[in-house]
């Protein structure tokens, strides 16, 4: 709902602060007083282009801030949401300012953002039906979420669009296998060439390593010999050193036990210097016996091993990826040798979930048809208190082309109008005049109030080329349409006017000399009478206009 609107530096408004409340507000005044500067006040707060003739002479720049208290949950924070934009427990402040030379800013709640933010925000909270111009409704893209939300058919919407994701999911499975078979097919060749070069290679991992190591131990090994051998020789006494071990330590076993165990730790060591020696000259003989001078070997190792890295450059791996690279080759030749098989496969899971989106978007589009014509005929029952009797609404539930199917189903919905006996139903706005489209958009309004998204609607001049119980049938759907929104109202019809649960009447006064400024102001009860039978009388009020303006006001 919109709580408040200040306007400064607007044309003939310098300072402007209203306050708004729920239900029905009408807006009166003489004809050029001002009324439509507030309207395209809150346009421009809503994100309206910008116009720098609507500064006020003399100004830098105008500013307008809208204030709306909309519900916690609501589309208007979820695009804020969208844009980091916290609101949780706040009002929501929509600022627009103007400068002369044209240039034009926009803030929610003090937070810079852009001006096509600025009006998708504002389209979620207002809806304005103006005589030339009009917002909602008037776009054929709302036209599906209203019926949807006339219909109350929300949850067979949501769970098609499930299904919907269901079949994007299956085609694009079945796009992406078809990809890979169609690469891999142009392929084949090198793929074969490749796998077959690499499994008669036979990489092993961690290979590259392990032959690096006996490549350089046989490139060293006459040294390797050199030394082992000099070192055998050198322990060539071994058993003399092994005697001589064994034997001290059986001299000190035998007066252990009188040296009160300070012995222990040194027969200890000489237990294990023996059996380490020991060890020694048998890892010594092992490794010598292991050792291999034939140069034939050298040559075998270092073959394998370069043979390996020229692979490897070749395919652009690592030596240690080589087995990987050829199981994964080896993996795409059987998806391609079997790439039919799944192909097929990944094909008939897709046009099962086709099936299964358009049964299930069938089904709401009979869902729509069905709530298409009770729209129509509630449309209809509306239309003939509103001098539109001979006019006639359809709405058109159509089949789209496949291309444009999407998560709402296969439907077009357009709402149509006839004015003429005859005549073909046309857009709305291509066949009904000003006051026609706005009578129009009142009867479709007050028909689908219950599910109206947008909680507040603005009518500029709904009343235009009406009077009589025409005009009070108009103000009698706009009083029921307050009654569950938000409704502002322009209106020089004092049966309109009468029904207004808040009244405000727009005025030029002189502030000055030379110096004409728009004022508002909210009436009380005794002014609303006033301002009524000013309506009803012209400027000489009478009492029966008075009289009649409490007829009126009683209704």
């Not at 096509?116 to 207002?126: M, P």
Request: charged share 25%.
């Amino acid at each position: 709902m919109l709580a408040s609107l200040s306007i400064r530096d607007v044309v003939l408004i310098e300072k402007l602060d209203l306050a708004f409340d729920p239900g029905l507000s009408v807006f009166t005044g003489e004809t050029g007083a001002g009324k439509s500067i507030l309207l395209d006040s809150l346009s421009l707060a809503l994100g309206a282009r910008a116009d720098s003739s609507l500064v006020r002479h003399g100004s830098p720049q105008l500013t307008v801030i809208a204030e709306f208290d909309p519900p916690a949950i609501h589309p208007a924070r979820a695009i804020l949401a969208e844009q980091d934009i916290d609101t949780d427990g706040q009002s929501l402040l929509l600022r627009r300012v103007v400068s002369a030379d044209g240039r034009s800013k926009a803030y929610v709640n003090d937070q810079p953002v852009s001006v096509g933010l600025l009006r998708k925000v504002g389209d979620e909270l207002v809806e304005i039906h103006g005589q030339f111009e009009s917002h909602g409704l008037m776009d054929q893209a709302t036209h599906r979420p209203v019926l949807d939300a006339f219909a109350a058919n929300s949850a067979q919407v949501q769970a098609l669009g499930q299904v919907w994701n269901g079949w994007r999911q299956a085609a694009q499975a079945r796009l992406e296998a078809e990809t890979r078979l169609k690469q891999a097919r142009a392929e084949e060749d090198y793929l074969r060439h490749a796998h077959d070069e690499l499994a008669a290679l036979a990489p092993r991992p961690a290979e590259e390593a392990q032959l690096a190591e006996t490549r350089a131990m046989l490139q060293h090994g006459e040294k390797l010999v050199e030394a082992i051998n000099a070192a055998g020789a050198a322990l060539s006494g071994r058993a003399e050193v092994e005697q001589a071990l064994r034997s001290a330590q059986r001299l000190l076993e035998r007066v252990a036990d009188r040296a009160g165990g300070k012995l222990a730790p040194v027969i200890a060591a000489l237990d294990r210097a023996a059996f380490e020696t020991a060890e020694a000259i048998g890892l010594l003989e092992r490794v010598s016996a292991e050792i291999d001078l034939d140069p034939g070997r050298l040559e075998k190792v270092e073959e394998r091993l370069f043979a390996l890295r020229a692979t490897a450059r070749k395919h652009g791996v690592a030596v240690d990826e080589l087995a990987a690279l050829k199981d994964d080759l080896a993996s795409r030749l059987a998806a391609l040798d079997g790439g039919g098989d799944d192909l097929a496969r990944l094909a008939r899971a897709e046009q099962a979930a086709r099936a299964a989106y358009v049964e299930a978007a069938r089904a709401l589009s009979a869902t729509r048809s069905q709530a298409a014509t009770l729209l129509d005929q509630a449309v209809a029952a509306e239309l003939p208190p509103l001098k539109l009797d001979k006019a006639r609404f359809v709405t058109r539930v159509t089949t789209a082309a496949e291309s444009a199917w999407g998560p709402h189903g296969l439907d077009e919905i357009e709402f149509l109008v006839a004015t003429n006996p005859g005549s073909p139903p046309a857009p709305l706005g291509k066949v009904a005049s000003g006051g026609e489209l706005s009578r129009f958009m009142l009867a479709l309004k007050v028909v689908l109030a219950k599910s109206q998204p947008t909680p507040t609607i603005v009518f500029d001049e709904v009343d235009s080329g009406i009077g009589g119980a025409v005009a009070a049938a108009v103000g009698d759907r706009l009083a029921r349409l307050g009654q569950g929104l938000q409704v502002l109202v322009v209106t020089h019809s004092p049966q309109v006017a009468a029904q207004g649960a808040h009244h405000y009447r727009v005025a030029k006064h002189e502030a000055a000399p030379g110096k004409v400024l728009t004022a508002v102001e909210r009436l009380s009860a005794a002014e609303r009478r006033e301002e009524v039978a000013r309506m009803l009388a012209g400027e000489n009020v009478t009492d029966q206009a008075r009289a009649a303006a409490d007829s009126l006001m009683r209704l």
